[in-house]
């Protein structure tokens, strides 16, 4: 158990739908980070928020977005969904700085059908 | 940020050692090692961290040359349960302190009885 929750579970959408996925950072922890992996390959960064602010973003297009909250939990929100969305979506939380550990929620398959 | 290179795959026994190398050769001088395991449906798990030298904790052992352009993630004496699949990541702090994992196609251990 690392401490990160994440909700759903699982989840299954329609093209063209909006999403909003959770997470609780585990405690102590200021910095969220958002990860997408598809089937077969490996997580490919999003975003990151530190102190409720976006604080870094990956190659994906402006229909996600996120939050932080001022207790830290975190959401991702994608709209206009489409096929190739469908995907493991990870949280990870840390302290800021690269020689801290992240620590990764379980996950949330997406399925857009 | 420097890009990792390493095995698709690896087989190995129950009870052997598993040695499992990351090539990087455009490490920067700031740049950490790290080492993340990731089992079906689960998010990756931090197993180890380095900047050079020899680092070693309860489950791995991370070897790193003077050069830092490569690293060995060292696994003794394998057990089923670490069939998974094996990140290296390298990484940085940004000044603006957003550090973001960057993961590669990773390497999938096979550990057979």
């Known amino acids: 158990e690392t401490g990160v929750t994440q909700s759903p579970t699982h989840l299954i959408k329609t093209r063209g739908q909006q999403v909003t996925l959770r997470c609780s950072s585990q405690?102590?922890?200021?910095?969220v980070s958002w990860y997408q992996q598809a089937l077969g390959q490996g997580p490919q960064f999003i975003f990151q928020?530190?102190?409720?602010?976006?604080?870094g973003r990956g190659n994906f297009p402006p229909r996600f977005s996120g939050l932080q909250f001022p207790n830290y939990s975190s959401e991702l929100n994608v709209n206009a969904l489409e096929l190739d969305d469908s995907a493991l979506y990870l949280c990870a939380s840390s302290f800021p700085g690269g020689d801290t550990e992240a620590f990764f929620g379980q996950g949330t398959r997406l399925t857009v059908v | 940020l420097a890009k990792t290179t390493q095995p698709i795959s690896m087989d190995s026994y129950e009870g052997q050692e598993v040695n499992i190398t990351c090539s990087h050769n455009?490490?920067?001088?700031?740049?950490?090692i790290t080492w993340y395991q990731q089992f079906p449906s689960q998010g990756p798990r931090f197993i180890i961290q380095?900047?050079?030298t020899k680092v070693t904790n309860e489950v791995a052992s991370l070897f790193i040359p003077a050069d830092r352009k490569s690293s060995t993630l060292s696994l003794p004496r394998v057990s089923l349960s670490d069939t998974a699949v094996y990140y290296c990541?390298?990484?940085?702090?940004?000044?603006?302190?957003?550090?973001?994992?960057?993961f590669g196609s990773g390497t999938r251990l096979l550990v057979r009885p």
């Open positions: 405690s102590g922890h200021n910095t």
């Open positions: 455009n490490i920067a001088t700031n740049d950490y």
């Open positions: 990541l390298v990484g940085r702090s940004l000044m603006d302190s957003s550090y973001k994992l960057i």
């Open positions: 380095g900047y050079k």
């Open positions: 928020y530190y102190r409720e602010e976006e604080n």
